[in-house]
């Protein structure tokens, strides 16, 4: 009988381009042009978050896949216009020309695709459901909708795949309405990920797994996107995501469901530091790889400096607030 696959642990940041990385993570004088290529030596996976602010191009798409080595895979986050602005009304020809926008160049490197939503977006049962339902679930059919892309595409648009493969989502919501079964129930119909989102108790928290993989946040322990995690926190998320691993789940985590996830032998597992202000981000993510045992293709790290640590001193220290961990249940 063929051995069955383990468990993939992705572990890494969530984009790359930073001004305050230079010089400290990004050695100094790095070209900017190398900064993806060093960051995919030191960690086996990274979330796009340009694709949220705008339509990028198949070029890029083409470029940053080239920049990375061979089993290095990418998340990607959907297009605000369409969970922000359009709020997900009349967002078919919007979804055709973000899968027209290059996605499908990343071939076998392309992960799970990320919605994230405002925190004044309610939950809508009819509204989710309708948007879940027009997500293309391969990568065939995803390029069968890219083509049916506007006019603004015209001339930069990328309309087929190489091969057909499964695509993954994952959401991430910031309302409290969406604490409710209904919603869990929503997703697991869909096989949709719940994003585990730590968020310094600014935003909901769950840990209610809903599909065969989970999708992780880590945007800052105690400030959003500024702090970074000890060496306990680092720990307590390294347990965690052992029993991920294994499809088992925390005991203490806060759900918004008392239905427990369907048993599976193991999961999928996606974690992105988002504590880029003070780069935090990337070594935390070493941090957290190290103690899972998860490496990465390191192809030339040799002649690649080191990066410095991370400062632990600031003129102006911020003081952070204090919050209720994100396991003590309420």
Request: hydrophobic share 35%; glycine share 6%.
């Amino acid at each position: 009988m063929p051995r069955s696959r383990r468990a993939d642990i992705r572990i890494g940041i969530s984009g790359w381009t930073y001004t305050p990385w230079r010089g400290t993570f990004y050695p100094e004088g790095l070209a900017h042009r190398l900064e993806l290529n060093y960051a995919a030596t030191r960690l086996n996976s990274i979330e796009i978050n340009g694709s949220f602010y705008s339509l990028q191009r198949p070029s890029s798409y083409r470029a940053w896949y080239d920049a990375t080595p061979d089993n290095f895979v990418f998340s990607i986050k959907g297009g605000r216009f369409i969970t922000h602005m359009r709020r997900l009304r009349d967002v078919e020809e919007p979804l055709a020309n973000f899968f027209a926008s290059g996605i499908l160049e990343l071939g076998e490197k392309l992960g799970p695709i990320l919605w994230q939503f405002p925190p004044n977006f309610r939950f809508d049962p009819e509204k989710f459901d309708a948007f879940l339902k027009l997500l293309p679930r391969d990568t065939t059919t995803a390029a069968k909708l890219a083509r049916r892309h506007t006019s603004i595409m015209k001339g930069r648009a990328s309309t087929r795949t190489d091969a057909d493969r499964a695509l993954r989502y994952a959401v991430e919501i910031r309302h409290d309405s969406f604490r409710t079964p209904e919603f869990i129930d929503l997703l697991r119909r869909h096989h949709i990920a719940l994003c585990v989102a730590d968020t310094a108790g600014l935003w909901p928290y769950l840990e209610d797994v809903t599909a065969d993989f989970v999708y992780v946040r880590l945007h800052g322990e105690q400030e959003i996107y500024a702090s970074g995690y000890t060496d306990d926190a680092l720990d307590r998320w390294a347990d965690r995501l052992r029993l991920w691993t294994k499809g088992a789940e925390p005991t203490d985590g806060p759900r918004a469901s008392p239905k427990p996830a369907p048993p599976r032998k193991q999961r999928d597992v996606y974690v992105y530091f988002d504590n880029d202000i003070k780069v935090h981000a990337p070594y935390d993510a070493m941090y957290l790889a190290d103690r899972l045992g998860v490496t990465w293709a390191a192809d030339h790290e040799a002649e690649m400096p080191q990066p410095k640590p991370p400062r632990t001193k600031s003129k102006r220290p911020i003081k952070p607030r204090q919050r209720r961990s994100p396991w003590q249940l309420a």
